[in-house]
């Protein structure tokens, strides 16, 4: 039987993982250094945390729930106790990407993110709020070997898929896409350009607007507009007065270039490693 350690099991994304490996034929060892963290699985899962060390040492595969900023110190931390063979699996690429991770060749590195639950899906009932995914709503998920023999690979997608239960589709890529996909994709430009649509809903209230007129109006546009804009939606076309606004709205709203600017290779890497050092100069 395959025994996986799991760092950092009584957080918000330990707890969520410990209780979908609960449902596998994998053993667990929850690891979780606050009494607090203890208190939470327990309660949540039933399942009592073990000795650090021990678990460690008879490990076949070691997932690590914890923040990436921590990723790096702990990753060195407990290497040394890990036997030959053994995987490491991150929820995260900004560690990987930022050259956090110790050296040792022997053991694997693997990296695996959810994409979360797609804006156009078939959920019914309660799985439509799993906005977040791993509970009811099916969810996509990447995943990278950074190092580490190719038939770990099976192994580490399997619980991968555990983990961020129910997944349709795992992609393969490297870690590098990883950090393009995260932070650069859905962060840098993401997550911006959704609190902008947020801003921009606020000032029409501001402007006398209806709030939930404002927020029934856009969040039904933005249905449409993204079902257009990739492509899931073949029939749908941008009216022309849409095109004319667009066309007029890019230059006011976006420096020429920003695309250049965000993916670019130093960004990103400068970008990952704020992630991991919050408060130095990067």
Sequence with gaps: MTKIALLGAGGKMGVRL???????????????VSAEGRERLKAATGLDCVAEQPALADADVVVMAVPDRLIGPIAHEIIGDLKPGAAIIMLDAAAPHAGELPARADVTYFVTHPCHPP????????????????????QHIVYALMQGPEEHVALCEEVARAIYHPVMRAH?????????L?????????????????????????RGVPRQ??????????????????GAFPEGKFSDGALHAIDQARPLIFREGWLERVFAPDAVLTSVKAICHPTEPV
């Design 18 to 32: 410990a209780t979908n490996l609960q449902r596998t034929h994998f053993e667990v060892a929850p690891i979780e």
């Design 172 to 180: 393969r890529v490297t870690v590098e896409h990883m950090a393009i």
């Design 213 to 230: 007129a404002a927020e029934d109006f856009m969040l039904g546009h933005l249905n449409i507009e993204l079902a257009i804009a990739f």
């Design 182 to 206: 995260e932070p650069a994709l859905s962060e840098t430009i993401g997550a911006t350009l959704a609190l902008a649509l947020r801003e921009a809903t606020d000032e029409a209230v501001r």
């Design 119 to 138: 804006i156009f899906n078939d959920e019914v009932a309660d799985a439509r709020t799993d906005f977040f995914g791993g509970v009811k709503a099916k």
